[in-house]
């Protein structure tokens, strides 16, 4: 027995590692796959490659199935008017993510469509000081998949904000990536345990193909 399926037996035992109903009308959050985490010649930029690709083949499904994609970027204003601060402080690596920049653009592989909404966000979690809650309310989304970098930071902190909205999150793991494997392996752990469901490629496609 590995030493992950110790935990999740203790956790399962403890009242942790509930499950959640996938909804009838779901959404896909694709979060800050942008030239400034996809590409290494960017300060926070490492080897995103293996989550694009899986990634795409994620949101072909999903527009064949009519589900709609929203798209995160992180871009701070270059005046310094921004609300990140203390995240820059802990993070100077990002403070070249500014408004406008090539780096704050989705990555192209992503073929990311005309009307796709685009959150721009200054904080880990793509629910914090935008309207994203309120968009996928009028857009009548009861669940999201969630997808992108980093593991441990953006896209755990936007699913912990999804779980206070009461909005059901489910984790492609094939679908994220963070610096080194053993915040993403601790945080896909902290997030199936607690916030949302974890699930593969090949489940999240079985998921969309279920869409009547």
């Known amino acids: 027995m590995s030493a992950d399926s110790g935990v999740r037996e203790r956790y399962a035992a403890g009242g942790l590692m509930g499950r959640l109903t996938f909804g009838s009308r779901p959404a896909v959050v694709v979060v800050d796959l942008q030239y400034g985490f996809t590409r290494q010649t960017y300060g926070p930029g490492f080897d995103l490659d293996d989550v694009v690709e899986s990634t795409a083949t994620l949101l072909a499904a999903a527009r064949e199935r009519g589900v709609p994609v929203w798209f995160t970027t992180i871009a701070f204003p270059e005046d310094g008017s921004g609300v990140g601060g203390t995240w820059l402080t802990k993070m100077p690596a990002m403070t070249g993510l ?65 779980c206070a909205h009461d909005l059901p999150a489910f984790v492609v793991r094939d679908c994220v990536g963070d610096r080194e494997a053993g915040p993403h392996d601790g945080a896909l752990l902290d997030i199936d345990a607690k916030y949302g469901d974890v699930v593969s490629l090949e489940r999240a496609l079985e998921l969309l193909r279920g869409l009547s």
């Open 98 to 162: 500014l408004e406008g920049h090539h780096s704050t653009l989705i990555d192209e592989r992503l073929d990311v469509g005309e009307g796709d909404p685009l959150v721009v966000k200054q904080t880990a979690s793509a629910f914090a000081h935008t309207d994203l809650a309120r968009q996928l309310a009028a857009a009548g989304v009861d669940t999201v998949l969630v997808v992108g970098a980093t593991t441990s930071g953006c896209v755990r902190a936007t699913v912990v904000d999804a």
